[in-house]
């Protein structure tokens, strides 16, 4: 009697369990299946559509709004200008940011002077508002700066923001300056991961801190470079550079980029339904780009890359 009465508290256990972990994860694959799987495959549909005034709803159009998104990058005065940035932005993030941002976690994880400080100053961008750190920086560039260089020169400076020939440098320097904090941290996480008898054992044998950087650290963090070279592939035509924070939705044309277009159409086509599908032709043709290339990007890191085996 004894051991039916446990056989039966086991058996409801079990069922509670199992009703408790189905209660648990029901809610994050429902949002999954809504936000994910059906937004996309309702956006790879509406490529396909027009909308029919007539009727009041999308019809099948075949691959005629393609052709709108040929002619976006024939007639728009913009498309250029956010080719390039969008270019620029990718390549100075790779190449500029990149190896400060192993260089700088480097001195973080050795532990050198003032590192604590250091952590804490590039946590400042991920820890106030975006539009604060945006208008703090604005406030900086337009007014303390050119204030400085009158008082010192005695002659009057534009801003860098308000100056044409220099807000797309200013930008540039604050979409690095916002993103190192982020790279620099998790390299920083890939590298206290090193296991310290293989750091001991190099120094036994006299090895430098570049060698150190170079023939050890960079080999043994290569998966997480490599996430962050082809995520920063795919940012070339989703990243907005920060824009609609500096200019809302008054952004000048020279400054566009692919993420802050799509950004910036999305938001208007909301009362527009007629909009939709040209926005998803083009987000299609984005993807139709980016996906191989990013598999290709990421086959050759690992192909090329270094070998700790």
């Known amino acids: 009697m004894e051991f039916a009465k446990k056989r039966v508290s086991a058996q409801i256990g079990k069922r509670n369990k199992l009703i408790f972990y189905t209660l648990m994860m029901a809610l994050p694959i429902i949002q999954f299946i809504i936000f994910w799987i059906f937004v996309n495959i309702n956006s790879i549909l509406l490529a396909f559509r027009t909308w029919d005034f007539d009727r009041g709803d999308y019809v099948w159009n075949g691959l005629k709004t393609f052709g709108n998104v040929v002619n976006l990058f024939k007639e728009a005065p913009f498309m250029l200008s956010a080719i390039k940035n969008s270019v620029i932005v990718y390549l100075i993030g790779l190449v500029l940011g990149t190896p400060l941002s192993l260089i700088f976690s480097f001195y973080l994880y050795k532990k050198k002077i003032l590192s604590g400080l250091f952590k804490t100053i590039l946590f400042l961008p991920h820890i106030l508002s975006a539009l604060i750190m ?7 560039v337009d007014r303390a700066i050119p204030a400085v260089h009158e008082m010192i020169t005695g ?17 540039l320097f604050y979409n690095v ?3 190192f904090g982020t790279s620099t941290m998790m390299y920083l996480g890939a590298m206290s991961g090193i296991s310290d008898s293989v750091v001991e054992a190099a120094e036994l044998d006299g090895i430098t801190p570049l060698q150190e950087l170079w023939y050890i650290t960079i080999p043994l963090i290569w998966p997480t470079f490599t996430t962050f070279v082809v995520v920063g592939f795919v940012g070339l035509f989703t990243g907005q550079m920060n824009l609609y924070n500096f200019y809302g939705d008054d952004a000048p044309y020279a400054l566009y980029t692919f993420g802050y277009y799509l950004y910036k159409a999305a938001k208007e086509a ?6 939709y599908p040209d926005i998803a032709a083009l987000g299609l043709c984005f993807t139709a780009i980016a996906a191989p290339c990013t598999l290709l990007l990421r086959k050759m890191l690992d192909k090329f890359g270094p070998k700790t085996v």
Do not use: C, F
């Open 270 to 275: 909301a009362p527009l339904p007629q909009n």
């Open 134 to 140: 945006v208008l703090l920086y604005k406030y900086m």
């Open 177 to 179: 300056w916002t993103g």
């Open 155 to 171: 002659s009057a400076m534009k801003g860098l923001i308000a100056n044409t020939d220099t807000r797309l440098y200013a930008i």
